[in-house]
Every structure is written in structure tokens, then in C-alpha cells.
């Protein structure tokens, strides 16, 4: 027997009506690229996300259709976001720092039939549009004083296109499994793979990005969004901004440490959120300007993710900024929430380190997660902060698979995704990443976490940057090997390095050989390419074999 | 085209699994109808309630059955939330305060199986047992210790039944549109009708009120549950308590404003929800007992619902406890979060009257709940905060209909459900309720609210309790009469009532008349009957008529 509630399905449309209906004059700032500060708010977005979606017939795109960007973080992109999903046809984001041939592969890849475009961009699609098969018009987002001059087929001005539209439009009721946004995954192996997400899945996504639990998101709050919005939604803030009619302010390219200060202390940002790097920029220009106060600025919560929070980056935000930190672990594959990391009424006592080191595990479970760490065999493993496992997720905004089936049927036998992490799980639900799974070294059955002896090799005050990788070993399968690049300037052995290590480190997890080079290898997005490292050291013979 | 995330179905034994999981050891405690404290945890409710799931079976109650309760706030109703809709059958909460015949007439009509109770209901059970045609077995809810002496076929013992059944129990993976629960209104007219939620509509419903624009529920919570577990689901809190593990604090039958002080103060809670009755009654402990000092409790919300908050009630949690009031709108048919008195960032400059005149509203519209007023053409009116309307709302948690089609079609043509409340919404989306459309008096094609006059009436200090009616009247098509019960000892006239009404309200809004009674008619639940006062008042003649 059904119940007899209301079937409505959750669409994304419906986020930016309330917003429109209940929070018309709550601003939306943006820095352009083009330069100034623009303001419009949620009624200035919707009647622009209307056009968005008049425009996408007007331009032949069909409900399922790709439409892609390549943009920075603006009201237009907001625009995009709403009016593109809101008619039926899939955004799909593409991250603009990625290399021009994975650009190419992935726009090819998705078959975008429109691609939207920043003008700091101009130079990178009029290199692109020729391979760009699927791509029927171009738009340049910006008015027509600042339209690029460049040689791409079908240019349109976004402006124009919008102002020519209509602001009647009327949001199909789709069903809610609809796709509705498209990214793709950088990896550090084989071809980006497609994650595409539903009008369902992004709706509860942003209701449990609503908890106090995890961002705890509400109309009092004026939200910096630092996070791209070519980045999995940026973390879904721009439909949670929506859900409760949030004062929304958004950076565009303007993502260096003076900007964003500006940027926080103008529009008095309460919360924000970003990646490390972004953070690090900030520290920079504080460290640069010592009269400026931070903890003026009146920001109260900064949500970190995309990669782990260090404990000086804690403390800074915790002692100069006065702001709570809100660390978080997801993948574009899980919406992105996974875990978020927010204290339990049972650690009110604790203090100092014990504090310290619940604050810096990646998080606890919520509502909607499903978690699990197995093992080799895909057999549970205790929730012991102890033991190192697989990573497998579940849940309604977790992906089932990958655009076009890339990499086969992915989820284990209890329908879980394997994230491809490796992590602790302590009695309480916190976890703790240990590594990616194909990174960790296989010593004699027991697992050495390459990331814990790194990040330790670069606190020697002569090591510029150092990585760990597993080398075959005729008894123990593997055994790590160190490969550093020395700090300009410093020296170094191969024998004070080991010493250093070993007074921190368990003895089993010492590596076996230290190399030095000139430089290690980088995805575009900075990550480091160890398929590349294990490549090249794949023949290297260690001392002990 | 469809999005790739995984199909997981929105179900309520997927939140006592995450409380269970991540929270287990947050205490749920109890006072129980026998007296004693009574202390479990999450863990201790989940395998209640599996053992609830495996008595289903053992009781022959299949997928779908109505199990019914006449139950107070405790573990043991909170397992059978659980258990029985987790199971796959529909919980049916039966108000004990209703007649006997309501009683009768609403298990009758849900064709109850088993009928769970309260040992405060034993007697009543005894007497309705025989009329309730339906029901195969009665359970107490409690032990052996305390099973009531009563003459009823097939009575269990609450706390032998479960101990009996395995703790091994897997959830079935239902379709997220089944039916778990099941609530009858004790409207003022006709018989009482079912709503019958999902298990969809109650999980969506459930992360709205985690919101901080809503009740803002945390994992850092404390709660009390003062509203009773047999209306709309205790606010649907129960379930938002399980979603992030929060403490939970049930009173039981020990409403009285010594045991929740005394419950506030010892279990250190945080957040109640309540009507504004029991919240009289917890003011009257104060009064008596003036060395007692609420701001020490460290509450931190109060939320009201099913009621008007009055100003007084507002300023004294404000003021003596230090306590926020989350003042709200909703109804059984809307699970019932229809609106929620919060502030928004504009109100932060003002105070005093224009701050109370916000605050004392209902409360503005969250994201899931469409809001119209209509007029009798069923014309959309304007936001005005002026123009008078019937309210109707639509959403994925509110009604479709009744159970056993009872009413008739209910939603209006664009699928929103008719709330039979008269209401404003001012240009911010808040909503004041004006009074039951079958409240209000015509007159001469306009409104006049009969509750706005009812609460200036009662000002007075001669009045004991009085109500408006519309009564026929030849030009206008209605007339105010208002009804006064007298305050023994005081004296009133029908001029002096006059006098002091036409003081503070609209000329053409001054009844036609007064009339003095003894007593006013009431439902069980104490709502006003004015159906019997109109029936009694029918014939009368107005002096200006």
C-alpha cells in the first residue's frame, strides 16, 4: 500500500523559485571576469535562468542534450546552473586548468552541443574549437564591449543571446531521475570518466548540506564561494544558496589571498569554501600584510575539502580568524559530501592534541552515506581507527557508474562504490583517509601508507617536495622507496634522510632506498603522477632485494 | 535521459540504522507511565525495534496492516515508529485524548490488526476492546510487573512479546512511496480522516527540519519531546533525532510543568517542541515556585506549533529562559512543517514592537512547501500581508487525499491541498493565519476574522472565554455575534462589551450583538466547536437585522 503524500518530484527548477519567490532582493555578487563587482540577486538570477532555458531552444538544444562551460564562478555561471538543468537538457562543467588534449577528449567525450565560455578563456577555445566535433555555437559570457576577438565558428555574445530571450518560461515537470549535470573525473590514470548526476540526487544532496551536521547552510548566511564551480558542483553551495535564499558571492578568476580578503571583508562573508590551495594564497597575503585583522572580518565557518586540512591551516582559522573549521571528505563521484568532520557533544571535555586529532580525521558519516572498509577480499573491516580498508561508499547521491559505461559495472556485490581510498574508521564513524588505494605500498601482506611517510620526509627542512612509491621486492612483494627533490640551497644524504625518518616512523615502514631528483611529475591540477614514478622506477633495484 | 546515481530508496529504517551506526551510545531516555526513569541508547532503540519487526511477523501482521497505538512519548512507542513502519506495515497513532467513540470509530475505520497501549489507557482499552472489530491481539506496553488487570482477548505483554524475538532482522528494501504511518485528524467537523505518509514523505520531511531555517536539529542536540508521538508524528521529530543521533528526552504521560522542569534540568536539554498549553502549564510551575531560575536550564529553542504563540509566551521564554522561540504552521495533512517563524538578515536592525510583529507571525515559507491564498474564485491574491485568503499549500510532504478516499478529492487544479485556514502572506513569504475559512464571517463580501476579535474579547477582564460566529443577516449576508462566558465575580453588560471592542477594532468588524452563556462547547482535544454554536445560534435574530 502507497501512502497518499503528494507526488512531487524534486527538481532543481524548484530551488531557484523558492529563492526567487521567497528571497527576491538577496543579493548576488560576483567579480567578473571582465573586471568589476556585479551585483544582481535571486529574482535577477532566476529571470536570467529563465532566458538560459528560452535560449536553449532557441539554440536546438534537446531535453538530455550536453551543454558545457568552461567559467568561473559568477551569476552567469548561476545562470547556466539553473536555466540549463531547469529546462531538461545535462550542464556539464568542465574544469578549464585541465590540459587542452583532456579538454578536447572530454567535450568530444560528453558531445556538448553548446559550449559557454569566459572570455579569460578565449584564447584556449579559439585553439579547441576546430576538434570540438559536437559543438554546433559558442558563447563568450560576457556583454559585447568585451566580446573576444578571436575565430571560433558560431560566436554568440551571452548577453545578447539571453537579452533576445523571453522571460516567460514555465519549468517541465521532469522526472527526477533526469540527468541534470555532468562532471568528469581527473584521475591520475587512464581517461577522465563522466559522473552524471540526477535532479534527485543533487536535491537531497543540498537538503543534507542544510544540517547543522555538515555546513549547516541558512538564509543569515552570506556565502564566499571559493570552491570552482567546475568542481562537482562546487560542493552543491549553489543550490543549497538557493534552497534557503542565502546572500551568494562569488570570486570569478579573482582567486588570489587580496581578492578574497577584499572579496570576504566587502560583503561580510560568514561562511566559505575552498580547497587548501586557495587557503594557502590567503595566508600568503596576510603573512605579507601583518596590519591587516582577519578576525574582523566576522567569518564564522570555512569549509575545507579536496584535500587534507594540515593542523597549522586549522589553527590559523581557529585562532586568527576566530572561524570554525569545517573539514569534509567527498569525490565528484559522491556529490561531493562523504563525511564532514564536526565535533560530538561527547568531545566538549577534550582539549590540546586529543581535540586536535578528532578535528583533523576527514570526518564522521551522515545520514545518506553508507560506509565501509574491506579488504582485499571485500570482507568488513573493524571500525577500530585501527585497521586500513577499501573505501566503499552507498547512497542516493553516490554514482552507481561512470557517462557511457567507462570503466564497466563499478559497484561491489552490496551495490557500494569503491572510492579507490584507503582509510581508518574509528568506533565513532570518524574516518581517516590513509591513501589512495593504488598507492599504498603491500609489504608482506601488512599495508604502508605512502602519504603518512611523505608528509613527514617534507618536514626535513631539506626536502622541497618527496614522494613515496612501492617497489617489487623478491620476499616482502614491496618495499618503499624515497624520491626527493632537494630544497635549493640545502643538502642532504640518502643516510640523514633515513636517520630523520627513522626516529618517526615504525621500523617496517622505513624506506628501503632514497633517490633525489630534479623534479617530480604533475597532473594539470597539481596532483602528483605516481603512475608516471612507478614507470619510471619500475626496474629500479633496491639495496635489500 | 537518466542520471547515473544509485537508486536508493528514501526509507525510515535507513535513520535508526544511522543512529544505531554512528550515535550508538546517545542516551534515549524515558519517563514512563509507571513512574520510573527509564535510560537506552540508539543502539538499545534499534534493536527494539528489529525485535518489534520480527513480532510483526510472529503476529501475522502482513506488509501494509495499520498497527495501531494509544501510546505517551517513550522508547517503547519510539520502537514501534520504527519497527512496525521499518517492517513494511503502517503505524497508526490513535490520539487517547479523543471520545471513546472517536476512538472506536477511527480503529474501526483503519481496520487496526494489533492495538499497542499505553497502561494509563488500560481501562479505556477494556471498555472500547469488544467494539474494535479489527484488532487480533492487544499489547500493553509494559512488563510483567505492571501488566494491568483488565478483561481483553489476546492481551501480550509489551517487554515478554519482544524478548521473545530475535535481534537478527534486515530491513526490506521497500519502494520509498509505501506507507508507514498513519494519523487521523480530529477535525471539528464530520468524522475524523486519515493521512497516510510514506516513508518518502517522511525522510524528505525529516531533512527539511534539520535545517537551521527550520528547527536547525543537530547531533549536538539535546531534545525534548514534549509534542505527542500520536500528532503528525511528533512533528516528525522522532525521526530527525535518529537522522543525526541527537539525545532524546521523552516525557510520557508526566506533562505537568514540575516533571518537564524538572526533565529540562536534569537531562541539560537544548531544544522542546510543545503546544502552547503545555507550555501554560509549565509558566504555572513557575509562578508557585518563583526561586526557580529557567535561564538556568541553558534551553537554547522552544518550538510552538498547533497553536497561536501569544506575546506574552514569546517575551517569557525570550526573557526568563533565554530561549529562542521557533514559533510554526503546520497541520496533520503537512507532516506538518508548513511554515517557520525565522528572522532574516534584514530584521537584524529592528527591535521592539516592529521585531514582535515578525516574530508573532506564523512564520515564512521553507524550500519543499508552495504557498497560494486564493479567493473564493480561487484567484491568486497578492503578498501583500493585507489581502485575506484561503491557503492552500502543495508539496512532497503534504497530503493528497485522505485514507479510504474519505473527502473526496481534495487538491484544487494545480494539485495544492485547501488548508481550510484563512491567511495573509506579506511580501517576505510570512504567513499570519486570519482564522478557519469556516470561521470566518462574510460580511458583504468582506472578511472579518473571527479569532482577531476572540482574542481582543478575551482582554477583557470580565471574560472568561469568548467566540464569534457569523449569524444570516438580510443586507450583509453576515453579521458578527459574539458569545460570552462570564468570569465568575465579575460583572460585564452587553454595552460596556461593546464599547470596549469598538476601541480597538474596525467599525464595520464590531459584533451586532452579545449574548452572555454559561459555557462554550468544545472537541476533546478543547478546540471551540462553533459547528455547535452555529447549529445552536441559527435561528437568531440580530437587532440590527
Redesign the interface.
Known amino acids: 500500500?502507497?501512502?497518499?503524500?503528494?507526488?512531487?518530484p524534486?527538481l532543481i527548477a524548484?530551488?531557484i523559485e523558492?529563492a526567487a519567490?521567497?528571497?527576491p532582493e538577496t543579493e548576488i555578487v560576483s567579480r567578473l571576469p571582465e573586471g568589476a563587482v556585479h551585483r544582481t540577486n535571486w529574482l535577477g538570477v532566476r529571470q536570467r535562468a529563465k532566458q538560459v532555458a528560452n535560449a536553449m531552444a532557441a539554440l536546438g538544444v534537446q531535453?538530455?542534450d550536453r551543454v558545457g562551460t568552461l567559467a568561473w564562478n559568477s551569476y552567469r555561471h548561476l545562470a547556466l546552473y539553473y536555466g540549463v538543468s531547469g529546462s531538461g537538457a545535462?550542464l556539464h562543467t568542465v574544469n578549464p586548468r585541465l590540459f587542452p588534449e583532456q579538454i578536447d577528449y572530454i567535450v568530444n567525450h560528453a558531445e556538448d552541443k553548446v559550449l559557454f565560455f569566459d572570455i579569460t578563456f578565449a584564447e584556449l577555445v579559439e585553439k579547441l574549437a576546430p576538434l570540438l566535433k559536437s559543438v554546433k555555437t559558442f558563447v563568450a559570457m560576457t556583454d559585447r564591449a568585451h566580446m573576444p576577438a578571436i575565430q571560433v565558428p558560431n560566436l554568440l555574445c551571452f548577453e545578447e543571446l539571453l537579452d533576445a530571450q523571453s522571460t516567460d518560461y514555465t519549468w517541465p515537470e521532469l522526472?527526477e531521475?533526469?540527468?541534470?549535470s555532468l562532471c568528469y573525473t581527473s584521475g591520475t590514470t587512464g581517461n577522465p570518466k563522466g559522473?552524471?548526476?540526477?535532479?534527485?540526487?543533487t536535491v537531497?544532496h543540498t537538503?543534507?548540506e542544510?544540517?547543522?551536521?555538515t555546513f549547516?547552510?541558512?538564509?543569515?548566511e552570506t556565502l564566499l564561494l571559493v570552491v570552482p564551480m567546475f568542481h562537482a558542483n562546487a560542493w552543491g553551495t549553489p543550490y543549497a544558496a538557493a534552497?534557503?535564499g542565502a546572500?551568494l558571492v562569488m570570486p570569478g578568476p579573482h582567486l588570489d589571498g587580496k581578492s578574497i580578503y577584499t572579496l570576504m571583508r566587502d560583503e561580510k562573508v560568514t561562511f566559505s569554501q575552498g580547497v587548501p590551495t586557495v587557503w594557502l594564497m590567503l595566508f600568503q597575503y596576510l603573512d605579507a600584510n601583518p596590519d591587516v585583522r582577519p578576525r574582523e572580518l566576522g567569518v564564522k565557518r570555512i569549509g575545507i575539502g579536496g584535500a587534507a586540512v594540515s593542523r597549522a591551516m586549522l589553527e590559523r582559522f581557529e585562532n586568527d580568524f576566530g572561524a570554525e573549521v569545517v573539514q569534509g571528505w567527498g569525490m565528484t563521484e559522491t556529490?561531493p559530501i562523504g563525511v564532514i568532520s564536526?565535533?560530538?557533544?561527547k568531545h566538549a571535555a577534550l582539549a590540546g592534541d586529543e581535540l586536535l586529532k578528532i578535528k583533523l580525521k576527514q570526518g564522521?558519516?551522515v545520514?545518506?552515506v553508507d560506509l565501509k572498509i574491506v579488504d582485499e577480499n571485500g570482507q568488513a573491516l573493524p571500525w577500530d581507527g585501527k585497521a586500513f580498508g577499501h573505501l566503499h561508499v552507498?547512497?542516493?547521491?553516490?554514482?552507481?557508474?561512470?557517462?557511457k559505461s567507462e570503466g564497466g559495472a563499478v559497484?561491489d556485490a552490496e551495490?557500494f562504490?569503491p572510492t579507490g581510498d584507503v582509510a581508518t574508521i574509528d568506533p565513532?564513524?570518524y574516518l581517516q583517509l590513509v591513501d589512495r588505494a593504488k598507492d599504498v605500498i603491500k609489504s608482506g601482506g601488512e599495508w604502508i601508507s605512502s602519504i603518512d611517510v611523505e608528509n613527514i620526509a617534507m618536514g626535513h627542512p631539506g626536502v622541497a617536495e618527496a614522494a613515496i612509491i612501492g617497489v617489487a621486492h623478491p620476499k616482502w612483494q614491496e618495499r618503499p622507496l624515497l624520491i626527493v627533490v632537494k630544497r635549493p640551497g640545502q643538502e642532504v644524504t640518502r643516510d640523514g634522510m633515513l636517520d630523520y625518518l627513522g626516529s618517526r616512523i615504525a621500523k617496517w615502514w622505513l624506506p628501503d632506498d632514497v633517490v633525489f631528483v630534479d623534479s617530480l611529475p604533475h597532473t594539470a591540477t597539481g596532483k602528483l603522477l605516481k603512475t608516471s614514478l612507478r614507470a619510471q622506477f619500475k626496474d629500479y633495484r633496491l639495496p635489500t632485494a
Open positions: 500500500m502507497f501512502g497518499l503524500m503528494q507526488d512531487r524534486l524548484s530551488l523558492h519567490t521567497f528571497h531535453p538530455g545535462v522526472d531521475r533526469t540527468a541534470s559522473v552524471l548526476y540526477s535532479h534527485r540526487s537531497l537538503l543534507m542544510l544540517a547543522p551536521d549547516g547552510i541558512s538564509s543569515g534552497m534557503v546572500k556529490s564536526k565535533l560530538l557533544p564522521r558519516g545520514w545518506g552507498r547512497g542516493p547521491w553516490i554514482t552507481s557508474g561512470y557517462y559497484l551495490g562504490f565513532d564513524g
